[in-house]
């Protein structure tokens, strides 16, 4: 007699297998090997691919399949014929240097004390907005490949002589021929070169040490010694103003070195407080003791405690030079005691003063400063609940005051650990609870996040590892897992943290040894055209989307990378495809990528790249 059991299992097994089989049929379908896009009834909404999808094999770009979002997401994204795409046009040729928030047509109207005019001034309506796309100059050609650049770029470029004619003797730079430029590592104080230069304060400050990580170059002229310091493993923050040294910041982004357009005027600078290891001025041309000390104040709010300033030229080594500088020596000397003087009531010590050079240091804790300050009379401490909240925030006469500790040999703020090791432990930040919402265990889980993430970008942009690229802008850092993740290649990357997002992050990025600013992307970014080799935005248009256009983010972006450059924008899918159609309009190659969270996650790639 039969067992009455076996039909139904019989029944039950077949349909699995022929359930199996459909699944198996259905995913070949959308996902085919060869990568051909199937087939589509006459009325079936075509796939969502991008304009232009003609990535050339020297963009070292590996090909994945197109997606077909329909099958995973159920969504219907129709496809705007390309005739009826309103491009974006190209500005004039005049807008081939053109920085929105640093526009020199505007100055006339701005005040000139403590050079506001200087300063960020974006435009906000509409009608004053840019919206066309920023030239490149003519004749542009490909930088050279890092680290030659350091030393050499094209002229054509970077197509200013001023610095090359006005700044000869000093050896700034040199215009070899009529095509390229020389950056011999020359300085307004370092005559003998940078790294004589260097090699100078290396006596004085421990830059082997793996202690000093992070540097700040106020008045950075061509940013010769941020390139010096590399050398060392210190990344170094290099910013000056557009002014009458034409072009001074361009020549260093050009060089592949971190750089910004900025200055000590009227707000308070970008970066938070305790973020940088060494401050240095040569010859910077501030006039630290005025507006009762103001900036070296700005310099003891983002000097991290125990680290340390250097200055050179006037009135440091005045004795020697005042005939070379043509300058009063009892003024200078008045102006040497007066700067000594405001140094002694920031509590900071003088540990040298050698030939060019004066270094001094800041304590590792306010418990001795409090009494001296009162004793001296000195500026009071800042009663600002929030040190790092900075952005478009004018300065003060005060002083920052440390956190606070217990033992006279203690580190305000907790003690760092040697380069590299404090690249991937947790920052004092995050140990002592500062930023609630962030503990130890989610930045550990962060870090593994973004390895995950960096092996599968290796998978879809191999030119990121191939020494194509040499400078990242990460638009919106977090806790800055992307840049760790990276730091074994060459490059290096400055890490936006945008000024209002949930958590202010910027400070555990200076501590992991990391360097950045913060940022409104609503507004341009301080820099000039063509600054970077590749853009990371993750979870960026999701902050923007109700904020601002995002037109005009996608324009900034696009004004800010180099010709060849690419774009790894990270979001929600439908998110994604609002950005899509308009980098349809710019006229942008791009590709549509599953994010390594896999076909069904919401989270998709778009990789966009910029033709030469």
């Not at 329909?70 to 390309?82: G, T, Y």
């Not at 040490?209 to 008045?219: E, H, N």
């Not at 590792?364 to 500026?379: D, F, R, Y």
Request: hydrophobic share 40%; charged share 20%.
């Amino acid at each position: 007699m039969a067992n009455p059991l076996k039909k139904p299992l019989a029944k039950l097994l077949l349909a699995a297998i022929l359930v199996s089989l459909s699944y198996l049929l259905g995913s070949n379908t959308n996902y085919p090997n060869n990568y051909s896009i199937p087939e589509r009834g006459r009325g079936s909404p075509p796939p969502l691919q991008c304009l232009q999808l003609n990535f050339s094999s020297s963009s070292h770009v590996r090909i994945s399949p197109p997606l077909h979002f329909e099958p995973s997401h159920r969504l219907h994204f129709p496809q705007e014929p390309q005739q009826n795409l309103q491009f974006f046009k190209r500005c004039p040729q005049n807008f081939t240097n053109y920085m929105p928030c640093h526009d020199p047509s505007l100055e006339n109207n701005l005040s000139e004390e403590r050079f506001f005019y200087r300063e960020r001034h974006c435009p906000k309506a509409d009608e004053e907005r840019v919206k066309c796309l920023v030239p490149k100059p003519a004749g542009y050609q490909r930088p050279f490949p890092w680290p030659k650049s350091k030393e050499l770029a094209w002229f054509k470029n970077v197509p200013f002589k001023k610095l090359t004619v006005f700044k000869k003797s000093q050896n700034w730079v040199r215009l070899q021929g009529d095509d390229l430029l020389v950056f011999p590592g020359g300085g307004t104080s370092f005559p003998k070169g940078v790294n004589s230069y260097v090699d100078l304060i290396k006596r004085v400050v421990p830059l082997k040490s793996g202690k000093i990580r992070t540097a700040l170059d106020v008045g950075c002229g061509v940013a010769s010694f941020g390139a010096a310091l590399m050398d060392y493993n210190i990344l170094t923050m290099s910013f000056a103003p557009l002014d009458v040294h034409e072009a001074q910041v361009q020549f260093a982004l050009e060089r592949g070195l971190p750089a910004m357009v900025g200055l000590l005027s009227t707000y308070q600078l970008p970066y938070p407080s305790r973020s940088f290891d060494v401050a240095h001025c040569s010859r910077c041309l501030v006039p630290w003791t005025s507006y009762d000390g103001l900036y070296l104040m700005e310099i003891d709010r983002v000097l991290r405690p125990g680290g340390y300033w250097v200055v050179s030229g006037p009135p440091i080594s005045w004795k020697t030079s005042y005939r070379g500088w043509e300058r009063d020596a009892k003024d200078l000397q008045k102006e040497q005691i007066s700067l000594e003087n405001l140094a002694t009531r920031l509590c900071w010590k003088k540990i040298a003063e050698r030939g060019p050079i004066a270094v001094w240091r800041k304590p590792t804790n306010h418990l001795h400063c409090i009494q001296k300050l009162k004793a001296l009379k000195s500026p009071t401490f800042c009663v600002k609940s929030d040190p790092d909240a900075v952005w478009y925030t004018k300065m003060e006469p005060c002083v920052t005051p440390l956190p606070m500790v217990n033992e006279i040999k203690d580190v305000a703020g907790g003690a760092l650990e040697k380069w590299p090791k404090r690249l991937n432990t947790a920052p004092p930040r995050i140990r002592s609870g500062f930023i609630e919402g962030i503990t130890v265990k989610s930045f550990n889980e962060d870090n593994q996040l973004w390895k995950k993430r960096v092996s599968h970008y290796r998978i879809i942009l191999e030119s990121l590892f191939s020494g194509k690229f040499r400078n990242i802008m990460d638009m919106n850092a977090g806790l800055g897992g992307f840049a760790a993740a990276l730091a074994k290649y060459p490059v290096w990357v400055m890490n936006a943290v945008p000024f209002d997002a949930k958590h202010n992050t910027l400070g555990i990025l200076y501590e992991r040894g990391l360097i950045g600013t913060y940022i409104d992307w609503c507004e341009a970014f301080s820099t000039y055209p063509r600054t970077y080799d590749l853009i990371h935005a993750d979870g960026v248009f999701s902050m923007y989307m109700d904020k601002c256009d995002i037109v005009y983010i996608l324009l900034e972006m696009h004004r800010i990378l180099r010709p060849e450059g690419a774009i790894i924008i990270r979001d929600h899918v439908d998110i994604i495809v609002k950005v899509k159609g308009i980098i349809d309009r710019m006229r942008l190659n791009c590709q549509l990528l599953h994010s390594d969270g896999g076909r069904f996650h919401p989270e998709k790639i778009l990789l966009v790249h910029n033709s030469l």
